[in-house]
Every structure is written in C-alpha cells, then in structure tokens.
C-alpha cells in the first residue's frame, strides 16, 4: 500500500479480517487536526513478495474498492520514485474524491515510506511508514500513518466519520492483499 490512498491504505492496514492475514494491533487517534494510525498486521506470505505488492502504487485499486485510481510515477529526473492516488468517499450524502501525489523512499524489502506532496494534493500531511519482517513463516506489517485533511470536514461528525473509516474499511483489503502475494508466490 504504498503512500498511496491515504484513506484505503490506513483502512486496509486497519482492520480485522476473517483469512489468514491476522490483524494484531490497531490504533487510531485524532488531535489537532492531524489523524495517526498504528497497525501490526501478520500475512501468510514471504517478505519479498508482500513488501513487492505493497510498493507497487498501481496495484492499489485492485485491493481497496476507496480507490478510484493509483499509479506508480517513476522518476524522470532527479526527483526519485513517485505516487499517485485518487481516492474516493461518501457518508450519508457528503461525498468527497481527493488525490494526493507523492514521494517514496524505500529499504527494500525492510521499509518503505510514502509522502504526499501538499502543493499537489488535498493533504496539509499525508506520511506512511511500513517495516517489514520475517515471522513464523510469514511476515509481519506494522503500519504508521499521520495524515491532515487539506480540505474542510464538518467538525462534529468530521473526526468520527474519518476515524471509522480508517477503522473498518480495510478487512477485505487485507484478504486481498495477502491472495495477491500468494499468487505471486504461487501458492494461489
């Protein structure tokens, strides 16, 4: 999940989900205008193959259904390795689709870290973080996420409404994620 969905990826990073992939931590907070998530997830799948599947921005619609659009943008000059992400989210009848374009830096197959850059999208903050690690004969995700909307959220259900949906959203995309790498793997 790669830098990428600021909404889906913190969603699939957070939620319970009935296969294999076992979510073993989650938190979700909210101050100052600024929302932080903290996940640890367990996937039946290698390292190398998980960490493949979370860097690459492209795959992203195909695991998180908040995602309209994503694309990996490779360097063309000096600038490094890119993210695009449209995401797209509706409570009740307040609808919103925001985009953010990014930066990554990775220590592969160990970390890999997302930015969205605040002239380009619709986040003041938009940070991810991933570490990757080999246990049981899986590999374990944990998943940091400082995010702050750049756009107006209705103060009295804003915070509730984003917090739930990083909360409950991602169950099937962490089923979807660790199916992928299975497949890559080929053991799907």
């Not at 960490?51 to 619609?61: E, G, H, I, K, M």
């Not at 925001?98 to 990554?104: A, D, F, K, L």
Request: glycine share 10%; charged share 25%; with cysteine.
């Amino acid at each position: 999940m790669n830098g990428r969905r600021a909404f889906a990826v913190a969603a699939l990073a957070c939620s319970a989900t009935a296969g294999a992939a076992d979510l073993r931590a989650i938190e979700v907070g909210y101050e100052d205008g600024i929302y932080t998530v903290e996940s640890e997830v367990w996937f039946d799948v290698g390292q190398d193959v998980l960490y493949d599947v979370f860097s690459r921005w492209d795959l992203s619609a195909q695991f998180s259904s908040a995602i309209v659009e994503s694309r990996d943008i490779l360097p063309d000059d000096d600038s490094g390795r890119g993210f695009y992400v449209r995401n797209r989210g509706c409570f009740l009848f307040f609808c919103k689709t925001v985009e953010r374009y990014g930066s990554v830096a990775a220590v592969p197959p160990l970390e890999l870290s997302a930015s969205a850059d605040p002239a380009r999208s619709d986040f003041e903050i938009s940070d991810e973080h991933w570490t990757f690690s080999t246990e049981d004969g899986g590999t374990v995700v944990r998943y940091t996420l400082r995010m702050k909307p750049g756009f107006w959220v209705p103060p009295v259900i804003g915070p509730y409404v984003i917090k739930r949906k990083l909360s409950d959203d991602g169950g099937e995309a962490l089923d979807r994620i660790e199916q992928m790498a299975q497949e890559r793997e080929g053991r799907g």
